[in-house]
């Protein structure tokens, strides 16, 4: 991506910002569906944070093992699941919070992802590859800028999949009324436990496959910075996008143009305020997070049983 | 948590007869669950030390004597504490109104940036004066950024988990920014950091100890938040407005007030954490403060059920366990992430072991059943 900056000049940025909102958006976008899916059910995961670390290690471990990326992709998406499953089950017992186990998920995933990948860091893992859709235009930069990876098109598929399986599906449905009322829920005959845990469930193994995109794709290695916040930056894009997958595709795509703007600025030797743009994804979070919410009223399109929106 | 505190006290001026029996009982509860949790942590971390080809008894040796067993390790041990002593005060401190804040690494990092700034208008002033002055710098710097996210819950109704973990973010990225860029000494070649404090303005070291006075400033507002939280009406008006926010409006109390104090609290204890790395370990303000103090405060704070008081022991066992890991390192060629492994287990069987509040042996009494509807609140 920095490559795609030269040569255009001021130009390079836009270009560079919009390559970069293709390409860091991914894993906003994976994380951001399963947590979708999560909090339709009634529950809030912050974990995803310490799932999507977990995912970026288990999935460059696996493929270095391996030799094939994908079957590192499908190891971090099984961890997920498995953090995902562990989360879902402990907040099933009484008494106990979603949000505070979230966040010993997240210290746990990243303290474990730590340990275990202490010696991924000086190795190369084969990486995915990306397809190129720039084939049509002689400009290098373009050519660059469309390098689009097959799980960014996943992800697309999956947000207008799930779109209408939330609106048209037995299985929407279900989700749906456990997350708005668990009295309903009763009453219609659904189980509300194993529903959560299924979906939470569903979500770590999204947010694994997301983690797994960073270390497999971009930046396409494993390091201990590797995420940091992007599993948070996700949970709030979900209420940004009020609870509507097509939704979370436009958000991720702002985000990861917002996240590119540092490195892009960088590239055109714009290096003292290099960290100062690095906060912008934070900031941009923490504006819309202010923006959305209001103190007297809840959120329009907010899961009734959701800790998180209830006062 | 907080809730649950509420409804005993109401339920204990019904059944005077049970009220005293209730009293042991919570207590026994809140010191005997924790402890069981963590030795049930310990268990699993052996499995875990076992699965990685590793002694258990080896690891859990090198952790006592890295964290306790000698002169020299306490000293480790205590200097490791100083920090997360107030990076759980400030998870604490907002818990008692209700709070979950988990921001403090941010708080603690602005809060060294601003000392470190500090230390430099008031160069030349006697060394007390500046040393004040950093502390209290940094005191307020959290106590905003902190405070902010109190603010932001109760006017804005925004989920203060998040806003402060993305006030941590950009926090960092702040400090970040500033040693690297308008505040960098052009003397810190390898490692950027503002122009150094001065040896004089340095805090030193308790007499006969290699341990700095940070130590005792947490250990005594500790205390003092334990006693004002205790004796006075301030806790309970706290655990009022974190436990029943609309009752507590009807009784008079300014909820938003207090939301907005509790938390500014919180971020005044992190950002004197940052004060006193600066200050007492450091010597100016680099990326070193951000050593994850923050997030291990929110363990600590957890592990001490939010009572400022347990912060001190948990805050020493806490920092036991890091200074240990060096030790780990050095001896059976473990990662620096052991301990982290060991603190994120413990985190969870802690969370987890939330459920057995209220209902374990030694609470059978019907006076000690809570309303459901409060627990729900408790956390959120």
Redesign the interface.
Known sequence: MIDAGQGLGWWGVPLAVLAGAIRVSTPYLLVSLGECITEKAGRIN?GLEGVLIMGAMAGYGASLASGSPWIGVLAAGIVGALLGL?HGL?CS?????D???G???M??????A??LG?PLVQPKAPTLAAIPFGGWSDSSQIQAALQINPLFLIGIALAVLLHFAFRHSRWGLQLRVVGDSEDAARALGYRVLPTRIGATTIGGFLAGIGGAFLSLYYPGSWSEGLS??QG??A??LVIFARWEPLRCLWASLLFGGAGALGPALQSMGMS?????F??AP??L??VI??AT????RTLAGAPGEL????? | MTAGHVGLSFSGNIYMSTAQTTRWSALAESVGIPTAAMLLAMLLFAGFVLAVGQSPLEVFSLLYQGGFGSAFAWQNTLLRAAPLILTGLAVALPAQAGMVIIGGEGALALGALLAAVAAQVLTGLPPLVVQLGMLLAGALCGATWIGLSGWLRYYRGVNETMSSLLLSYIGIALLNYFVEGPLKDPASLNKPSTRPIGDVNMIGNLPGLEVHYGLVIGAVLALAAWIVLRFTTIGFALRTVGGNPRAAQMAGLRVGSWIVGAAAAGGAAAGLAGAIEVAAVQGSANADVIAGYGYAGILVAFIARQNPLAVLPVSVLIGGINAAGGMLQRRLDMPDATVLVLQGIAFVVIIASETLIGRSYFRRSPAATVPVGAQSEAGG
């Open positions: 912050l562990l402990l017992l009484r008494r106990v919070n949000i505070a186990i966040i010993s998920i210290l746990f995933g990243t303290g474990l730590f340990f202490t940091s916040g948070i930056i949970v709030v003292s305020g290099y960290y100062l690095n906060a934070y900031v979070t923490l997070l202010i919410c209001a103190p007297d800790s998180l929106v209830r006062h």
